[in-house]
């Protein structure tokens, strides 16, 4: 308000001394491109502009222009902006600062050159929509066309408008880069804007680049990313859940794509630190040496700040996967029903009663009890065993991360990956990385000792498991998740790509076009996590665990007969041994026997 206020006094002020200065005639001329320029800027504003809630910046520096063209800017000034309901805030200043930018969606610049619109442009560090109005009397096709080049090659912004006044009506000029015959036209266009509407004045021009090349860069990472660098047609090449993706916008776009190697060759994305040192494919971003990049490109605020990027279009959830344990050994089993104490004081209960029993007969009521006790003992034991083989346990994995930790558990993941556990303090110093493909991880984690886990994502686990359907009873995930990704497409900063492919990921991913393609992965065959109770039954068809169920029953028998012949055997060796004591020679054993 106070700033509208000290404006309105300077131009009074100045509107004085105008009517002094200027003849009858030029003053009429004056008042009517005025009037012209007024009436236009008030149909942005309040059809354009306020209708989407864009506020205005307005850069003081128009006062460098000639002291006729600043009255006159003064005067457009008073009229479109001092009506009594103004429809949009406006921020007149000499400087955009950085506050202000995050608010501010319009510029509006007034210039008698390129060099004026180039020199304000500058001071803004985000691409907006500008609005210029050019006052010269020089012809002003070049003057625009170098305008245009600026903010086409330099910053990446196709949301300039170039308003042009004449008496009669203000002429108004964008550009259309694409067309059939040119990728990079910087010439004029003069456009209608109606009734002043957004997309009258700021027309999508992006919607059909008539087959003219942007470049990619892109790696592989599957099963996002599959490339044939071989295949004659980039398109043809492109495969995996990114590799559609990509391909849909290409042809709805109507662009080709010229597919860039990521540097050094075989590197996943790339770093990028706050401070923007950036490597791999958003180094050449930032250098601008590509037009996109997309393959499972994780969302970070320090690719957002020196990059442009989409809104996130997909999600994805990192976990830890670990070998399951195996179940427990028909052995184990076997001695599983009970503890250890339960078995030492049977044990003890037992030799108790063999060397009482050996000395004197127990009275017949402590004998039936004796008998039960062991009738009780002894269905416990079966019924425990029964319900242990029904069950199938395995043994006992952690389902924290603390408690994998704790554990022992050491990490390993993909070079990609690796770049995510520097921001996970409980994973600094144990974590090591396996070499390769984020999927091939898996095949590293089928090696390693049991106390390993693989720090790696939902999605190259059912990618993989694809492949090697038998994996998924040979692995668990840790029940606790760990955490949650987005990816996003970059483009180099301030690219006007990334508003219009935004627009075209959303649509795909309201319709579904993701799941779609994340369909072919092997979601529904996961393995259980490590909560789960009994993985057994859950991870075998029904058919499957009859079969299994059947197996185990009988190695069960198997082991209990193998039990027996053990025993057998002992007892025929102590019966040869006892055979051997009744010669004359063995004295030392005869006398052993006696004994026992
Ligand atoms: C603009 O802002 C007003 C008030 O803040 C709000 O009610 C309205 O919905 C907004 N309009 C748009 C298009 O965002
Ligand atoms: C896409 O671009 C090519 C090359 O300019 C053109 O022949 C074709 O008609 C365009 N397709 C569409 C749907 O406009
Ligand atoms: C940026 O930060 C990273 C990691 O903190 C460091 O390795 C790099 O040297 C820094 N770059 C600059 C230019 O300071
Ligand atoms: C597209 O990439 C080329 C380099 O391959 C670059 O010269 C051009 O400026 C880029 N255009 C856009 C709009 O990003």
Known sequence: MELRCAVAVLLSASLCGVRAMLWPQQ???????????????????????????????????????????????????????YQPNAPVPVVLATEMNRKITAHVFTQLLFVQSAEQAIAIAEGVNRNRMCLIVLLTSQPKRPIMARIFTYFMQERYNINVVILVPGVQRVQAFN????????????????????????????????????????????????PYMRIDWKSSDPMDGLDGLDGKLLRIVARKMNFTLRLIPNEPEGLIGGFSFMNGTFTGA???????????????????????????????????????????????????????????????????VLGLHWIVGSRWRMPSPILAGWMLWIFVIRASYEASVFNFIHNSPVKPSPRTLEQALNGGFRFITDHATYRMTLQIPSFQGKTSISAGQPVDVFDALMKAPWKTGAFTSRAFLADHLVRHRKHRNRLVILAEKIIDNMLCVYFPYGSYFAWEINNLLFKMRSFGIFQHHSQILAWNSMPTTTDTDSPGQTIHSSTESAVTGFAESM?????????LMGALCVSIVVFGLELLSQRRRWTGLAWLFERV
């Open 175 to 222: 550009v259309r880069p694409y067309t059939p015959t040119s990728c990079t036209s910087v010439e004029p266009v003069e456009i209608d804007i109606n009734e002043g509407d957004l997309w009258d004045v700021f027309p999508s021009r992006l919607k059909n680049l008539h087959g003219c090349p942007l470049s990619a860069v892109v790696w592989d990472i599957p």
């Open 555 to 563: 190695s069960f028998v198997l082991a209990a007969l193998n039990c």
């Open 282 to 348: 958003y180094k050449m971003l930032r250098e601008r040496r590509a037009n996109i990049t997309i393959g499972c490109a994780a969302c970070t605020p320090e690719r957002s700040t020196f990059l442009e990027a989409t809104s996130p279009y997909s999600q994805m959830a990192y976990i830890i996967v670990m070998r399951a344990r195996g179940g427990y050994s028909i052995y184990e089993v076997m001695l599983f029903p009970f503890e250890k104490y339960t078995w030492l004081l049977l044990s003890t």
């Open 27 to 81: 003053l009429a001329l004056e008042e009517q491109l005025a009037d012209q320029i007024a009436a236009t800027l008030q149909k942005i504003f309040t059809n354009g502009l306020a209708a989407h809630n864009c506020s205005v910046f307005i850069s003081s520096a128009y006062e460098e222009m000639d002291a006729d063209r600043v009255i006159l800017v003064q005067r457009v000034l008073h009229r479109s902006l």
